[in-house]
């Protein structure tokens, strides 16, 4: 069966790198957060024993997110795999077993979708006879609505629907404050990470607040997550 899996399905990780990462979204300067997730991504993908990809934006072509995104999944297909499992980089939360959960539901026929609390999705498993170029990329990527207007899109070209449980993505200060809550989820070596990080823009975060401005506008360019205001 794991040679089955291996030989038809393949994961990309659809990621920046974490320099790229620190330059957009800004996190005290500090490239340190963007390459753990990086490396957790990485980690928990090799531990499946399935091929992967990782395109960062080195290898990502396109003007917009979802041009980069379909783009990105079409070339996996045209390696002549059956199945993708998309994921970014940014959910702590993830782990191996939900790529292994996910490769058994594509091989049970179902399409899998990894609700983000934010709206969007942290993962996305899919075979290549429901992938249509067109209509995928004209979803509403990055914005809230993402996660159920995919769904609905599926379920319109008759696909069921497997959906994993729901993770937090990191795309501003306020969603590390969010995942300091969930601490059972979460390794201490991220919860030390986390502290730093909050110790270096909790004050920038209170100062929006109480200015009611968006100090926080971050433009993601992971697997669909909305832009966040903090």
């Known amino acids: 069966m794991i040679q089955k899996l291996v030989q038809d399905t393949a994961i990309l990780i659809f990621a920046n790198s974490a320099n790229k990462d620190s330059h957009i979204k800004k996190f005290g300067g500090d490239a340190s957060l963007f390459d753990a997730l990086n490396q957790h991504s990485l980690k928990i993908v090799k531990a499946t024993g399935l091929p992967y990809f990782h395109f960062t934006e080195k290898e990502q072509r396109g003007a917009t997110f979802g041009e980069r995104f379909t783009n990105a999944i079409k070339s996996i ?70 996660f159920n207007t995919t769904r609905y899109y599926f379920e319109s070209l008759g696909c069921t629907i497997f959906s994993l449980n729901r993770l937090i993505d990191i795309d501003s200060a306020s969603d590390i404050k969010r995942l300091s809550n969930h601490t059972r989820t979460l390794v201490g070596e991220w919860l030390s ?11 920038f975060f209170e100062a929006g607040q109480t200015a009611k401005k968006n100090i926080f506008l971050f433009i993601p360019f992971n697997k669909g997550s909305p832009v966040s205001f903090a």
């Open 77 to 146: 297909y045209n390696k002549g795999f059956l199945n993708i499992i998309a994921i970014g980089n940014d959910s702590p939360q993830l782990k191996t077993q939900h790529l292994l959960e996910t490769c058994q539901q594509l091989q049970k026929g179902k399409t899998v979708l990894g609700p983000a609390v934010d709206g969007g999705f942290y993962l996305l498993g899919l075979h290549c006879s429901n992938f249509h170029q067109d209509t995928f990329e004209a979803l509403p990527w990055q914005a809230t609505s993402l």
């Open 193 to 203: 990470l986390f502290s730093k990080l909050m110790g270096q823009t909790i004050a």
